[in-house]
């Protein structure tokens, strides 16, 4: 089945650094993957929806410049958490499937972010 | 995308069947009816999808009422393992259009007891 990869699982910087984290299709191509976020005990949140080369579109409270997103091909997109703080700490997932359009996102693993 | 309803929480014994249920009485003709888990601290797993048929695979059985207006997820013979966060999901599917987000619940949190 559709596999997606996400790295790193755990990461813990400091505030006002910056935190890339990745997400792959690894047995399949994927013109647009999405980027979510849950906080504790609540459910996953869509912060931005990443298309193969060209910009990401964020949902709304979403800071685009905060969370830069890079789909350079079909199979990898990244999620960067720049000059990152506290309030940034969370879980956060990517997501992606292929084709035909009824078929399944899949889930990477998720990352958990923690800002010190 | 149509909006679903399901309990917050439910608890099913080890061994017995899980039965889930789901509310989507706004579901348009061309949304279909996903179910994903998530088991803590983990992305969401699919689970099954269907449009208006009954659905069986290896991890579950998908009840469809007739009208659409509802559906059942089915666990047959639930384990510890399967204590998760389950969520119905409604989306819509365009041809040619490329992928849809999900646009995630509360879900249902279903604990196995043993």
């Known amino acids: 089945g559709a596999v997606v990869s996400q790295h790193p699982s755990r990461v813990i910087c400091k505030s006002g650094t910056s935190v890339k984290i990745e997400c792959r299709s690894l047995d399949f191509q994927a013109t647009t993957m999405f980027w979510y976020r849950q906080f504790p005990k609540q459910s996953l949140m869509l912060m931005a929806t990443?298309?193969?080369?060209?910009?990401?579109?964020?949902e709304q409270g979403v800071e685009k410049d905060k969370f830069l997103i890079n789909h350079a091909s079909l199979t990898l997109s990244t999620l960067t958490v720049t000059s990152a703080h506290p309030e940034d700490s969370s879980f956060y997932i990517c997501?992606?499937?292929?084709?035909?359009?009824?078929?399944?996102?899949?889930f990477g693993n998720g990352t958990r972010l923690t800002v010190t | 995308d149509a909006k679903t309803t399901q309990p917050p929480s439910m608890d099913c014994a080890e061994g017995r069947a899980a039965n889930l249920p789901c509310n989507h009485s706004?579901?348009?003709?061309?949304?279909?009816v996903y179910w994903y888990r998530q088991i803590h601290s983990q992305g969401p797993q699919y689970i099954i999808h269907g449009l208006k048929n009954n659905e069986t695979n290896e991890m579950a059985s998908l009840i469809i009422t007739e009208d659409r207006k509802s559906s059942t997820l089915i666990l047959p013979h639930a384990t510890l393992r399967d204590t998760a966060v389950y969520y119905c999901?409604?989306?819509?599917?365009?041809?040619?259009?490329?992928?849809?987000?999900?646009?995630f619940g509360k879900g249902t949190k279903l604990s196995v007891i043993p």
């Open positions: 990443s298309n193969e080369g060209s910009k990401a579109t964020y």
């Open positions: 997501s992606a499937s292929g084709s035909p359009d009824n078929s399944p996102l899949h």
């Open positions: 999901i409604v989306r819509v599917a365009n041809s040619g259009a490329g992928s849809y987000q999900l646009t």
């Open positions: 706004t579901i348009s003709g061309n949304e279909y």
